[in-house]
């Protein structure tokens, strides 16, 4: 179809949109990830559940999140409503295949998934703004970019995209 750019775009960088990324880029899709902020960039922190590792493992990131050294976590102590006493359960009782995960410093972890979806060909684009999606076509997806750098709305540029893949988190499109 004539005008499109790419076969993907997603918009959001953070752990959501990287690993969707890289995961359709391991199947042969061209994938441009558009991430309004340049990373490393602040972020609360993170406790993975172990549910995680296996997607970690698939996308490609484990090797890299496990080399970072982040502080295993094996479960986890909490105080709920009002009960005053706190109680605690480990992830050892609801698997036994991953018994752990991470605590993570979600600036870091950020960035090791933004680069392993590079590594895996996604055209990664930083300080990069999607001001508008346009959703009129039957055939693609029309994204207003406004680029690093740019401050003025008419310096934007224009993506299209067969697909969306909108993971742009609480602030939204």
């Known amino acids: 179809v004539a005008g499109i750019e790419t076969d993907i775009l997603v918009v959001g960088g953070g752990p959501a949109g990287s690993t969707t990324a890289a995961l359709l ?8 990830l558009c991430e309004a902020e340049t990373f490393p960039r602040e972020h609360v922190g993170e406790s993975l559940l172990p549910a995680s590792i296996p997607i970690l493992l698939k996308s490609g990131a484990f090797d890299a999140v496990e080399a970072e050294g982040f502080l295993p976590k094996y479960g ?3 105080v709920w409503g009002s009960q005053a006493e706190p109680w605690s359960w480990y992830f050892r009782d609801a698997s036994q295949r991953y018994p752990s995960s991470f605590q993570v ?3 870091r972890f950020d960035q090791i998934l933004l680069e392993n979806a590079r590594e895996h060909g996604v055209d990664v684009r930083e300080a990069h703004r999607v001001l508008r ?6 055939e693609y997806v029309e994204a207003r ?6 401050n003025n709305p008419e310096e934007t540029f224009t993506l299209n995209a067969r697909f969306l893949v909108d993971a742009s988190g609480q602030n939204g499109l």
Do not use: E, F, H
């Open 105 to 107: 410093t979600r600036s």
């Open 133 to 138: 999606i346009n959703l009129d076509s039957d």
């Open 76 to 78: 986890a102590t909490m």
């Open 145 to 150: 970019v406004l680029p690093a750098g740019k």
């Open 25 to 32: 880029a391991q199947q042969g899709w061209k994938v441009v």
